[in-house]
């Protein structure tokens, strides 16, 4: 039974232990607590000598599915689901920083983490430093003696930058630091950062876990140790993820291969369009040979990703004129969908940076960001085309 399987097997055949009905899919536990056989039971359970489930703000079979799987996924020992992507992040820092602690985090994150850092940790006396550059001597410069943790997303939200995964981690062993890394860009299926000697990945399961852009969820996944404080936390404060969603992102999770597979796809025939489109000043996508970091995108990634970012001739105003344009791509601020959507994240995920933080993660006034979905490739690129023609 402990025979290791492939990706897309462990990603469906995962499956919670059946119910004396023999159901073949897995049923949804809507139950706020579970039954004890008997006073002892109950003792034993709630004294952790016997396993079992006590109350779901703890553990409920649908969680438990769905952490299994992403663990599985991930390479990971434990996890926990949490009922949001900021939630799984929140927990990762509170569970190893104490007052007086620092943060060292790539300046190119998802704005909402950005701001948890400087509005939310900042009360609680943790410190903070972002790496302007992205250049592994500024990185290790950046490093002081109270830095704790290393926090970084690679692809990066919306620059679809890279941090080379490899290197720092052996940086943060060298130093002693923990490092979480949020792979919602890449999903397991693209790199799994456990590998190279991540602590901690977390992800917005928002995103490409559900990809279907049905609900709210996050996960954070480490070593049975790192998730110990992780766990604790989150039974007592309570960011548990329902039953029911957890149930929808097992399911999701059966067919993420497929879909990061068409993802991908779609994702570069589209990005190698913009890059032959004369309307356009620049794309970024880690598998097109101009990204400047194309090396190390082949060889961390097995696939470029669903999100390429880029920039029309025009600046803010072409931008806003050209999302104006679009007749089938969604004007909505999620990503990882079936459906592709555009964002102008200067004016929308990341506007409550101020503009000196907006230039310093290298967000232009006219970047765009497109989550390319799973429709026919040739009809996005119509409607990608029809719209830069129109917003001239
Ligand atoms: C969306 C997102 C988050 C936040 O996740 P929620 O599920 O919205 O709480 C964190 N990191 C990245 C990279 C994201 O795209």
């Known amino acids: 039974?402990?025979?290791?399987?492939?990706?897309?097997?462990?990603?469906?055949?995962?499956?919670?232990?059946?119910?004396?009905?023999?159901?073949?899919?897995?049923?949804?536990?809507?139950?706020?607590?579970?039954?004890?056989?008997?006073?002892?039971?109950?003792?034993?359970?709630?004294?952790?000598?016997?396993?079992?489930?006590?109350?779901?703000?703890?553990?409920?079979?649908?969680?438990?599915?769905?952490?299994?799987?992403?663990?599985?996924?991930?390479?990971?020992?434990?996890?926990?689901?949490?009922?949001?992507?900021?939630?799984?992040?929140?927990?990762?820092?509170?569970?190893?920083?104490?007052?007086?602690?620092?943060?060292?985090?790539?300046?190119?994150?998802?704005?909402?983490?950005?701001?948890?850092?400087?509005?939310?940790?900042?009360?609680?006396?943790?410190s903070h430093s972002f790496v302007i550059k992205n250049e592994k001597k500024i990185w290790e410069d950046s490093i002081l003696p109270t830095t704790k943790v290393i926090f970084a997303e690679t692809p990066s939200n919306p620059g679809v930058e890279l941090i080379d995964l490899k290197w720092i981690c052996k940086l943060a062993e060298k130093h002693g630091l923990y490092v979480i890394i949020d792979n919602c860009f890449a999903t397991p299926y693209l790199q799994r950062p456990i590998d190279y000697g991540a602590d901690f990945v977390v992800h917005s399961a928002t995103k490409y876990i559900d990809g279907q852009g049905r609900t709210i969820a996050g996960v954070i996944l480490g070593s049975k140790d790192n998730i110990k404080d992780v766990r604790m936390f989150s039974r007592i404060i309570g960011p548990t993820l329902s039953p029911h969603t957890a149930w929808l992102l097992s399911k999701s999770l059966e067919t993420l291969a497929i879909r990061m597979e068409r993802h991908c796809s779609n994702a570069l025939q589209l990005a190698k369009y913009l890059e032959s489109n004369n309307q356009v000043n620049w794309v970024r996508y880690p598998f097109l040979s101009s990204h400047p970091q194309y090396n190390l995108a082949r060889k961390q990634m097995k696939l470029g990703g669903g999100i390429i970012s880029f920039e029309l001739k025009g600046g803010i105003k072409r931008a806003m004129r050209f999302i104006n344009a679009l007749e089938l791509v969604s004007i909505t601020s999620n990503l990882g969908d079936t459906r592709s959507i555009i964002t102008h994240p200067a004016t929308t995920t990341h506007s409550k940076l101020t503009i000196a933080e907006r230039a310093e993660s290298g967000i232009t006034d006219g970047m765009l960001r497109i989550s390319v979905g799973l429709e026919h490739i040739n009809d996005l690129i119509e409607d990608i085309e029809q719209a830069i023609n129109k917003s001239k």
Request: one cysteine or more; aromatic letters at 10%; glycine letters at 6%.
């Open 1 to 126: 039974m402990d025979k290791k399987r492939y990706f897309e097997t462990e990603a469906i055949r995962i499956q919670a232990e059946r119910s004396s009905h023999r159901e073949h899919s897995v049923p949804v536990f809507e139950t706020s607590s579970f039954i004890f056989r008997n006073a002892e039971e109950a003792r034993d359970i709630f004294a952790e000598t016997l396993e079992g489930n006590i109350y779901s703000r703890f553990s409920n079979p649908n969680t438990d599915e769905f952490i299994k799987k992403m663990c599985a996924l991930e390479g990971a020992e434990d996890g926990i689901a949490t009922s949001s992507g900021m939630a799984a992040i929140f927990l990762g820092f509170i569970s190893i920083l104490r007052p007086g602690d620092h943060i060292l985090a790539s300046n190119q994150i998802f704005g909402t983490t950005r701001l948890m850092i400087t509005q939310v940790l900042s009360r609680w006396g943790i």
